[in-house]
């Protein structure tokens, strides 16, 4: 059971948007603005597409964005393109001993 | 251009050991808090363990799963981390990557390196 919880799957048509959810408790997606997105294909390293709450790596295109309320961050992906079909994994700074947790990931189905 | 690349995975027998190693290139690695992230096949992400800086203590956490168990070490004369596993267990079996971690992000990552235990 992975600390963070995310929604199994998510699916969208080429060219809408897509929102996936990502919900912890006070004590580390509450406590810090430390939450990142990462894109993983089949058989690669996940990627960096989103930190700090809302931030954008050099290359990562505009159509992703972050947002945090409370307990729950949120990665939307606007004007949905067939590369963007991956797995998404949350993660998020949980203080000096826990460390990192993660979420149990979102597979993307673009249809 | 930032670069992690693991080596030293493979197959092992429950109760077994096994070290991996990641040689990093592109960024000063003396400085540099690195941890290891770990996937076991068709699932998540999982925190394995952590390394500061020896500027910053050089100390040490990790994962309940693997305390007691695994060591994460640095040769910052070689620019090279490295995962000492000991008690191998099944469920330790899983892809081991090794992470630059910049301001409480997880930021580079390595190819990975597949751990299978099994008997």
């Known amino acids: 059971q992975s600390a963070l919880t995310q929604p199994a799957s998510v699916s969208g048509s080429p060219g809408q948007s897509i929102t996936i959810s990502c919900t912890g408790t006070s004590s580390d997606v509450g406590s810090y603005n430390l939450v990142s997105w990462y894109q993983q294909h089949p058989g690669k390293a996940p990627k960096l597409m989103i930190y700090e709450v809302n931030k954008r790596p050099s290359g990562v295109s505009n159509r992703f964005s972050g947002s945090k309320s409370g307990n729950t961050a949120s990665l939307t992906i606007s004007g949905l393109q067939a590369e963007d079909e991956a797995d998404y994994y949350c993660c998020s700074y949980a203080g000096s001993s826990t460390n990192w947790v993660f979420g149990g990931g979102t597979k993307l189905t673009v249809l | 251009e930032v670069q992690l690349v693991e080596s030293g995975g493979g197959l092992v027998k429950p109760g077994g050991s096994l070290r991996l190693s990641c040689a990093a290139s592109?960024?000063?690695?003396?400085?540099?808090?690195m941890s290891w992230v770990r996937q076991a096949p068709g699932k998540g992400l999982e925190w394995v363990g952590r390394?500061?800086?020896?500027?910053?203590?050089?100390?040490?956490d990790y994962a309940a799963p693997v305390k007691g168990r695994f060591t994460t070490s640095r040769d910052d004369s070689k620019n090279t981390l490295y995962l000492q596993m000991n008690s191998l267990k099944t469920e330790d079996t899983a892809v081991y990557y090794c992470t630059r971690s910049v301001g409480g992000t997880l930021e580079h990552w390595g190819q990975g390196t597949l751990v299978t235990v099994s008997s």
């Open positions: 390394i500061k800086s020896k500027t910053d203590g050089g100390t040490t």
């Open positions: 592109g960024f000063t690695f003396s400085n540099a808090w």
